[in-house]
């Protein structure tokens, strides 16, 4: 059998009490270090035909919408991966479309930036389509250049016309499930 020593029981509460009191002491005295989050910076480059509201300007995405007669939102967050990786692909869209379309991307996770404060996503990217007459319209789609570019299309001419009925077969067969 080992031999195990061990404190007399009255001074085992008053040693917890010492490293309880000698902890407190030693981190009260610090005083709390809060370092501000860095600026936002453009997330687009600045040869993007993606107009890049990275401080998160809310007021500003609202001004140009309403002087524009088709716009694209994309709202991210800068850390985000999805985020990251539509980047290039709202690029490539917006290069093909930027002569019709305005393309707006705004930083809403910066917390001084006025789409965070009134905006709540619960998820990053998000992709609204405003027309002049109408929207938002919510692109829930693949993030893909291709998709994106087909859905602005649609919103832009919604109206499809078919001459003749071989034509109205050929459209079906791309289009039913």
């Known amino acids: 059998m080992a ?3 061990s404190l007399p029981l009255p001074a085992a509460p008053a040693l917890g009490c010492a490293l309880l009191l000698a902890f407190k002491f030693t981190c009260s005295r610090a005083k709390d270090v809060i370092i501000p989050a860095k600026p ?6 600045l040869r993007s035909p993606v107009l890049d509201l990275f401080q998160g300007q809310l007021d500003y995405a609202e001004h140009v919408r309403r002087d524009s007669e088709v716009v694209l939102l994309f709202f ?3 850390w985000c991966g999805q ?4 980047r290039a692909e709202i690029e490539q869209a ?6 019709q379309v305005l393309f707006v991307a705004i930083n809403c996770w910066w917390n001084q930036g006025k789409c965070r404060k009134q905006k709540h996503f619960f998820y990053f990217p998000v992709i609204y389509l405003y ?7 919510e692109y829930k789609g693949p993030m893909s250049a291709v998709y994106i570019e087909k859905f602005v299309r649609r919103v ?14 050929d459209f079906l067969s791309n289009y039913e499930e």
Do not use: N, T, W
């Open 3 to 5: 031999c195990r020593r």
């Open 131 to 137: 027309h002049r007459s109408f929207g938002p319209i």
């Open 83 to 86: 985020s990251i990786a539509a």
């Open 156 to 169: 832009m001419k919604p109206l499809l016309y078919i001459p003749s009925q071989s034509e109205l077969l």
């Open 94 to 99: 917006a290069s093909r479309l930027s002569d």
């Open 76 to 78: 991210y967050a800068p």
């Open 40 to 45: 936002p910076v453009s997330f687009f480059s």
